[in-house]
């Protein structure tokens, strides 16, 4: 290893992606015990019923939604996109880091992703379920939507446009749920093996047997196993890249200012990725320390994040460079307008703290101090998220509440029912997280087995 | 289906994988063809020791995608040329472009499709019941065991003979995979 002449064996302990002392029987048992032990811990039941009640919301705010209409929603002309969009972009963008966790670093020969991909996947699924209330529920009666939403024979005779990026928007998104889903369940068939042949009471046996689907283990279907997985890492990254993009399509195909520019698809991408590594440690952080899992997850997984939050955030802040700089150097008085209203109009504030959260707080990650200390990666993930929340909030209300005419100008504010909606999704959220580490393997068992016998031969 | 005896084969257990490969490749130099190993991750030098011909998959994954992106492709055309053609601002009826962004998404939705199920209908997954699962000690395949079953079917198959090859071959148990 290069690190020897650099520091030792103290570099060469920091380098580590699995903890000394392990072997194949110690990670197998580590990891599947937290699944299969028989008694929840308490903490385990507090977490759970604080996130199930504050689930509840959503409950009410999408009842409520549905029984009076879209109205107690706050968007109105001029601002016709108001939290709906803005909690769907978010959503969707937390999304994308599973998916870039466990097929991009799959394929660039990445090892430390193995134990944080699992959860990350599960995180991209259960983002991209909150994601979709928006998108659903904004249409105010989505059981007659889906005419217009879905290409299906119906007995009106209509087809959607297939010309419209709102379209593309649900093509892009629905095609990555369902790869997202099959790729997490592909990973999870040989752990669900494990499950099934360690589990000590028959009904749990029953049902992880019959998930795992008779998976044996044998050198014939791993061969395929890993054929198929490989394949699907390399399906997967076009298609991540691709669901932001579209997703950018919804705005910078129309002809608003603030909307209207080329450099959304990777500006959205790149912030779709920083805003996803701050949920995974927001997750990853607690998981380690509660799960004491510190072997599996070490200092390493969290700097390697926190570089990648830095050099995706450096993105971004090109990206509010690109708008200001299109802005003044187009000499259009729409744009120029657009970017001074941005940052001195009455939504100043949330331009400003969007630019403290995601242009001066990411450079913090310089320093190897601040990117190795636990509870600041902890805090700054929280500050992250915030600023992504804002750049969507920014792009959308900022860009239409100053119409072209100003007689149609006006101030959106998000109602009761908008905050109970997102809060409601975070609750969501965090409870179907919940569920999965109590029932699931949150790190990958079989990866784990195979990073650790490459780190012995990579130290012999 | 013919009638192999009471027995699936004979399955030998391994304590590592140095042990498990060297002794594939001595059961697939002895000669026999019908042999697979187990083991709980996957191990590619156990592959090439057991001679496993090339995965079809990719082929299959290849036909996903081309059919993907010809479903969404036509259903595009069909939709919005000839059975609801509309004037949307003006644009022609075939506005390729624009169809490029949903026919893209449909070709990686089926060749994703296509390797899932791909994997598991060329693995034989589900499979409700499989005779190895009756050797003690199995389940720890899915832990840190390996195994090697030389399977009845195999034209140089002898029970007793299996089982003193696998003995000669440094093998840590030896046991009868009964149907």
Not at chain 1, 278 to 298: C, G, H, N, S
């Given at each position: 290893m290069a690190s020897e002449s650099i520091g030792g064996t103290h570099q060469a302990e920091a380098d580590r992606l699995i903890a000394p002392g392990h072997d194949l029987g110690t990670i197998t048992d580590r990891i599947s015990e937290i699944v299969l032990r028989r008694k929840t811990p308490k903490g385990w039941w507090v977490g759970f019923a604080i996130a199930f009640c504050v689930m509840q919301l959503l409950l009410i705010a999408m009842g409520y939604l549905l029984f009076v209409g879209i109205g107690v929603w706050g968007p109105n002309v001029p601002v016709g996109w108001g939290f709906d969009i803005i909690n769907f972009v978010w959503w969707i963008g937390i999304g994308h880091a599973g998916t870039l966790i466990s097929a991009i670093l799959l394929l660039l020969r990445q090892e430390w992703r193995t134990s944080i991909n699992r959860f990350a996947e599960a995180m991209t699924l259960f983002a991209v379920a909150c994601a979709a209330f928006y998108p659903i529920f904004h249409t105010g009666r989505p059981w007659v939507a889906i005419y217009w939403l879905l290409p299906y024979p119906n007995t009106m005779?209509?087809?959607?446009?297939?010309?419209?990026?709102?379209?593309?928007?649900?093509?892009?998104?629905?095609?990555?749920?369902?790869?997202?889903?099959?790729?997490?369940?592909?990973?999870?068939?040989?752990?669900?093996?494990?499950?099934?042949?360690?589990?000590?009471?028959?009904?749990?046996?029953?049902?992880?047997?019959?998930?795992?689907?008779?998976?044996?283990?044998?050198?014939?279907?791993?061969?395929?196993?890993?054929?198929?997985?490989?394949?699907?890492?390399?399906?997967?990254?076009?298609?991540?890249?691709?669901?932001?993009?579209?997703?950018?399509?919804?705005?910078?195909?129309?002809?608003?200012?603030?909307?209207?520019?080329?450099?959304?698809?990777?500006?959205?991408?790149?912030?779709?990725?920083?805003?996803?590594?701050?949920?995974?440690?927001?997750?990853?952080?607690?998981?380690?320390?509660?799960?004491?899992?510190?072997?599996?997850?070490?200092?390493?997984?969290?700097?390697?994040?926190?570089?990648?939050?830095?050099?995706?955030?450096?993105?971004?802040?090109?990206?509010?460079?690109?708008?200001?700089?299109?802005?003044?150097?187009?000499?259009?008085?729409?744009?120029?307008?657009?970017i001074k209203n941005r940052m001195l109009g009455p939504y100043w504030w949330a331009y400003w703290l969007l630019i403290l959260c995601n242009v001066v707080a990411p450079n913090l990650l310089w320093a190897k101090n601040l990117r190795t200390s636990v509870p600041f990666l902890f805090g700054i993930s929280f500050v992250v998220s915030t600023g992504m929340w804002l750049e969507r909030y920014v792009i959308i209300v900022t860009s239409l509440h100053r119409d072209f005419l100003p007689s149609s100008w006006g101030m959106y504010q998000g109602t009761v029912f908008d905050w109970a909606a997102f809060i409601g999704t975070l609750g969501l959220f965090v409870t179907l997280l919940f569920l999965f580490v109590r029932f699931l393997p949150a790190i990958s068992i079989a990866e784990m087995r195979t990073l650790y016998v490459k780190e012995g031969e990579d130290r012999a | 289906m013919k009638d192999h005896g009471p027995l699936h084969g004979i399955m030998a257990e391994f304590h590592s994988p140095d042990e498990v490969v060297e002794a594939a490749q001595r059961v697939h130099a002895a000669g026999y063809t019908k042999v697979d190993a187990y083991s709980p991750y996957p191990i590619e030098a156990l592959t090439e020791a057991l001679d496993l011909h090339k995965s079809h998959l990719p082929k299959i994954v290849l036909a996903g995608g081309i059919f993907g992106f010809l479903a969404g492709w036509g259903l595009e055309y069909w939709a919005a040329v000839i059975e609801y053609p509309m004037n949307i601002g003006g644009r022609p009826h075939f506005s390729w472009p624009a169809f490029i962004v949903p026919a893209y998404e449909t070709t990686i939705l089926f060749a994703a499709f296509g390797a899932v199920f791909g994997m598991l209908a060329l693995n034989g997954l589900p499979q409700p019941y499989h005779p190895v699962f009756n050797v003690p000690g199995f389940a720890l395949a899915s832990r840190d065991r390996f195994f090697i079953c030389i399977e009845s079917r195999d034209p140089k198959f002898d029970p007793e003979g299996a089982k003193q090859f696998f003995a000669s071959i440094g093998a840590r148990a030896v046991s009868e995979v009964e149907h």
């Open positions: 005779g209509l087809w959607p446009n297939f010309r419209s990026p709102l379209i593309w928007d649900v093509f892009a998104v629905t095609t990555y749920a369902t790869v997202s889903a099959l790729f997490w369940f592909v990973g999870l068939i040989p752990d669900l093996a494990t499950l099934r042949d360690r589990a000590t009471s028959k009904p749990w046996k029953v049902i992880y047997g019959i998930f795992a689907m008779g998976w044996r283990g044998s050198a014939k279907h791993w061969h395929n196993y890993e054929t198929a997985y490989l394949l699907l890492a390399a399906l997967a990254t076009p298609l991540v890249v691709s669901v932001h993009t579209v997703v950018s399509f919804d705005f910078a195909t129309g002809i608003v200012p603030g909307w209207h520019a080329t450099i959304f698809p990777p500006y959205f991408v790149a912030g779709a990725i920083y805003a996803g590594f701050a949920m995974v440690l927001t997750l990853a952080i607690p998981l380690r320390k509660f799960y004491k899992l510190e072997d599996f997850i070490t200092l390493k997984h969290l700097e390697n994040m926190a570089k990648v939050m830095l050099a995706t955030g450096l993105i971004v802040a090109y990206g509010y460079m690109c708008e200001a700089f299109f802005a003044w150097y187009s000499g259009v008085d729409y744009e120029t307008y657009m | -």
